[in-house]
Antibody, heavy 113, light 112 residues
Framework: EVQLVESGGGLVQPGASLKLSCVASGFTFSDYWMSWVRQTPGKTMEWIGDIKYDGSYTNYAPSLKNRFTISRDNAKSTLYLQMSNVRSEDTATYYC??????WGQGVMVTVSS | DVVLTQTPSILSATIGQSVSISCRSSQSLLDSDGNTYLYWFLQRPGQSPQRLIYLVSNLGSGVPNRFSGSGSGTDFTLKISGVEAEDLGVYYCMQATHAPLTFGSGTKLEIK
């Protein structure tokens, strides 16, 4: 059974940093481009970025490129999202996805003082 | 960024009724490689999105064949031939032809 399990979310203060993780199982993680997508409280879906199967290439939404970094560890079948200088508008549910076919259950991030 | 406009925003249907959702793009989604990277997802209440259709018309793994996708260029349609109770939720289209990937605003399907 394919599983993607995100973790690392919670309540954080504006300006802080946060690192999300996504552990994959049930498929060959190293064969897949992986992405992060977020869904705002108003249900708007926003693509954050993706990373090539070997970690050699990343793409980002231009509006997030300077604050968010995607990485992966294929030995651990884990995808990461490093978020820095977070803002209230980063409040959302964050999903990891494997080539849009596999999705995690999501992890909530709330940015508030 | 490519804007995807979904209509209607809310759709009410009875069990067994056939319905369609439109997704119109601000730019052609035909890629230089000949593929059209248009996808459809269903997000059931309290769940993460599930991919229904990829590359305009290809049915995802395990997706019932009452779902079908069609279209080209800038106009795309998701059709459900005989709505079932489990189909309620929000449907999103997404394009991956142009960076950044973008999503439609969603169509909420309600069951009468």
């Amino acid at each position: 059974e394919v599983q993607l399990v995100e973790s690392g979310g919670g309540l954080v203060q504006p300006g802080a940093s946060l690192k999300l993780s996504c552990v994959a199982s049930g498929f060959t993680f190293s064969d897949y481009w992986m992405s992060w997508v977020r869904q705002t409280p108003g249900k708007t879906m926003e693509w954050i970025g993706d990373i090539k199967y070997d970690g050699s290439y990343t793409n980002y939404a231009p509006s997030l490129k300077n604050r968010f970094t995607i990485s992966r560890d294929n030995a651990k079948s884990t995808l990461y999202l490093q978020m820095s200088n977070v803002r209230s508008e980063d409040t959302a549910t964050y999903y990891c996805t494997g080539s849009s076919d596999y999705w995690g259950q999501g992890v909530m991030v709330t940015v508030s003082s | 960024d490519v804007v995807l406009t979904q209509t209607p925003s809310i759709l009410s249907a009875t069990i067994g009724q056939s319905v369609s959702i439109s997704c119109r793009s601000s730019q052609s989604l035909l890629d230089s490689d000949g593929n059209t990277y248009l996808y459809w997802f269903l997000q059931r209440p309290g769940q993460s999105p599930q991919r229904l259709i990829y590359l305009v018309s290809n049915l995802g793994s395990g997706v019932p064949n009452r779902f079908s996708g069609s279209g080209s260029g800038t106009d795309f349609t998701l059709k459900i031939s005989g709505v079932e109770a489990e189909d309620l939720g929000v449907y999103y289209c997404m394009q991956a032809t142009h960076a950044p990937l973008t999503f439609g605003s969603g169509t909420k399907l309600e069951i009468k």
